[in-house]
């Protein structure tokens, strides 16, 4: 059988977990990881793992079928999609929900003058929860949809805190309202604002000699990540964050519920709950089914900017349409 080269740019928590999700997956075969940091400082998880310059990316572009983007929404990204677009097939987790449709238009002129595929935006919120929203609102177009996450490190939001100057590291807790929760959970259909149903909880260690009152209000005013939220920020040491917050997990809810029939007599509920002890290796996960998703329709002839709403679910699996069918149906 034929492997699906896979490349992976950047090595934080994600590209480490990606790294491990193709391990599992045995119609892949890892490249190697591509980084800004000097290769030989880089320890990977599996000692077999090639890694390289993020320079020397554009010499591979025949030795790999889809390369994997494991850099920060805020920063890299922007600059990233777009640029990997041009050479390569690409997935990616860009998470700045606002700012999708932006993101989606840049990498789409990218990927379409080079005749690639990009599957922007996977992972599980944008990603496995968008596709849950779209299903649920197509079969109950008469409800409401309210998306919760638990109270859980928000690997995103946490990357946008530490590029602040003055910032030596941050951890975000996204918490659910419970009362907020509780009244969809009952078929109430409550009119709710983003500042409803959840608060931003940080965690927060400074550099020496930075001032707390400036950092505190560039987070509380960032648009997109904590402008809209009741946000609470706590000034920690860095042994207090490496004791008390170095776990990732992370997950979430999607609840539609709302009324059917004649007279709306009858609720109905759906909800699709996830609950992740990591975060990053989950999405990785994702990262690498779609992956496989860009392989395939790159090999039909496609191109430009995909989202997980455009993408057939039998392309995520490795197993035939005849097995899918036999096994799922």
Same mark, same amino acid.
């Given at each position: 059988m034929?492997?699906?080269?896979?490349?992976?740019?950047?090595?934080?928590?994600?590209?480490?977990? $990606?790294?491990?999700?193709?391990?599992?997956?045995?119609?892949?075969?890892?490249?190697?990881?591509?980084?800004?940091? @000097?290769?030989?400082?880089?320890?990977?998880?599996?000692?077999?793992?090639?890694?390289?310059?993020?320079?020397?990316?554009?010499?591979?572009?025949?030795?790999?079928?889809?390369?994997?983007?494991?850099?920060?929404?805020?920063?890299? !990204?922007?600059?990233?999609?777009?640029?990997?677009?041009?050479?390569?097939?690409? $997935?990616?987790?860009?998470?700045?929900?606002?700012?999708?449709?932006?993101?989606?238009?840049?990498?789409?002129?990218?990927?379409?003058?080079?005749?690639?595929?990009?599957?922007?935006?996977?992972?599980?919120?944008?990603?496995?929860?968008?596709?849950?929203?779209?299903?649920?609102?197509?079969?109950? +177009?008469?409800?409401?949809?309210?998306?919760?996450w638990?109270?859980?490190?928000?690997?995103?939001?946490?990357?946008?805190?530490? +590029?602040?100057?003055?910032?030596?590291?941050?951890?975000?807790?996204?918490?659910?309202?419970?009362?907020?929760?509780?009244?969809?959970?009952s078929?109430?259909?409550?009119?709710?604002?983003?500042?409803?149903?959840?608060?931003?909880?940080?965690?927060?260690?400074?550099?020496?000699g930075?001032?707390?009152?400036?950092?505190?209000?560039?987070?509380?005013?960032?648009?997109?990540?904590?402008?809209?939220?009741?946000t609470h920020?706590?000034?920690?040491?860095?042994?207090?964050?490496?004791?008390?917050?170095?776990?990732?997990?992370?997950?979430? @809810?999607?609840?539609?519920?709302?009324?059917?029939?004649?007279?709306?007599?009858?609720?109905?509920?759906?909800?699709?709950?996830?609950?992740?002890?990591?975060?990053?290796?989950?999405?990785?996960?994702?990262?690498?089914?779609?992956?496989?998703?860009?392989?395939?329709?790159?090999?039909?002839?496609?191109?430009?900017?995909?989202?997980? !709403?455009?993408?057939?679910?039998?392309?995520?699996?490795?197993?035939?349409?005849?097995?899918?069918?036999?096994?799922?149906?």
């Amino acid at each position: 059988m034929q492997k699906i080269r896979i490349g992976i740019l950047g090595y934080g928590n994600l590209g480490r977990g $990606v790294e491990l999700a193709l391990n599992n997956c045995p119609d892949m075969k890892l490249v190697g990881i591509f980084t800004r940091r @000097f290769p030989a400082t880089v320890k990977t998880a599996l000692k077999t793992t090639r890694v390289m310059h993020i320079d020397e990316a554009e010499n591979m572009k025949d030795e790999i079928d889809v390369m994997i983007l494991c850099g920060g929404s805020a920063k890299d !990204l922007p600059i990233q999609g777009p640029r990997f677009a041009k050479l390569f097939n690409t $997935v990616d987790s860009f998470d700045t929900h606002a700012k999708v449709p932006e993101y989606f238009e840049k990498v789409d002129k990218a990927a379409k003058s080079a005749g690639k595929i990009s599957i922007i935006s996977t992972g599980w919120d944008p990603g496995l929860f968008s596709i849950n929203r779209l299903m649920s609102e197509a079969v109950l +177009p008469r409800c409401e949809t309210s998306t919760f996450w638990v109270k859980r490190v928000s690997q995103g939001h946490s990357d946008g805190i530490r +590029p602040i100057d003055g910032v030596k590291d941050a951890k975000q807790y996204t918490v659910p309202i419970e009362e907020a929760v509780n009244k969809v959970r009952s078929g109430q259909n409550p009119d709710l604002s983003t500042r409803d149903k959840h608060l931003r909880d940080c965690y927060v260690v400074l550099e020496e000699g930075a001032d707390p009152v400036r950092v505190e209000h560039e987070i509380k005013t960032m648009p997109d990540y904590f402008a809209d939220y009741e946000t609470h920020v706590t000034f920690i040491t860095e042994e207090e964050l490496r004791k008390n917050h170095s776990a990732m997990p992370h997950g979430g @809810f999607v609840i539609r519920s709302g009324k059917t029939g004649a007279d709306n007599e009858n609720t109905s509920i759906i909800e699709y709950q996830l609950k992740l002890d990591s975060n990053p290796e989950f999405t990785a996960s994702v990262l690498a089914a779609y992956a496989r998703a860009a392989y395939r329709l790159h090999s039909e002839g496609q191109s430009g900017a995909r989202t997980v !709403l455009d993408i057939p679910p039998a392309y995520l699996s490795p197993k035939s349409g005849a097995e899918l069918r036999k096994e799922l149906l």
